[in-house]
């Protein structure tokens, strides 16, 4: 079993960066699928990014909404997993959690695809 931790989050004024870290414990996180996924008030959890296992490559998938300026990645000596957040928009105000999923299909968008999950961290941008 992993035990997953968000930080990173704060507020930021509309075109900033944040750059949150999602930290592993009891388990490598080479060993699973992660993901980022956000839920804003009032609204579904949502996906945002997801990378493979650290033995294919670390193929990543992005949503839509923030392929171009979010970024995830892994540092698998921290057992560490990272979303670089770029040109921030008001609309991506949430709380994002990371997810940690067994081996398999992959990109992986769905909540179910994730046994565990972090606690979250707060990320609000102003206009």
């Known amino acids: 079993q992993v035990q997953l931790v968000e930080s990173g989050g704060g507020s930021v004024q509309s075109g900033g960066s944040l750059r949150l870290s999602c930290l592993g414990s009891g388990r490598a996180l080479s060993d699973y699928v992660m993901g980022w996924f956000r839920q804003a008030p009032g609204k579904e959890r949502e996906f945002v990014a997801t990378?493979?296992?650290?033995?294919?490559?670390?193929?990543?998938h992005y949503d839509k909404s923030v392929k171009g300026r979010f970024t995830i990645s892994r540092d698998n000596a921290k057992n560490t997993v990272y979303l670089q957040m770029n040109s921030l928009k008001p609309e991506d105000t949430a709380d994002y959690y990371c997810?940690?999923?067994?081996?398999?299909?992959?990109?992986?968008?769905?909540?179910?695809?994730?046994?565990?999950w972090g606690q979250g961290t707060q990320v609000i941008v102003s206009s």
């Open positions: 990378i493979d296992g650290a033995g294919w490559g670390s193929v990543t």
């Open positions: 997810g940690a999923g067994s081996q398999g299909s992959f990109p992986r968008t769905a909540r179910t695809g994730y046994e565990y």
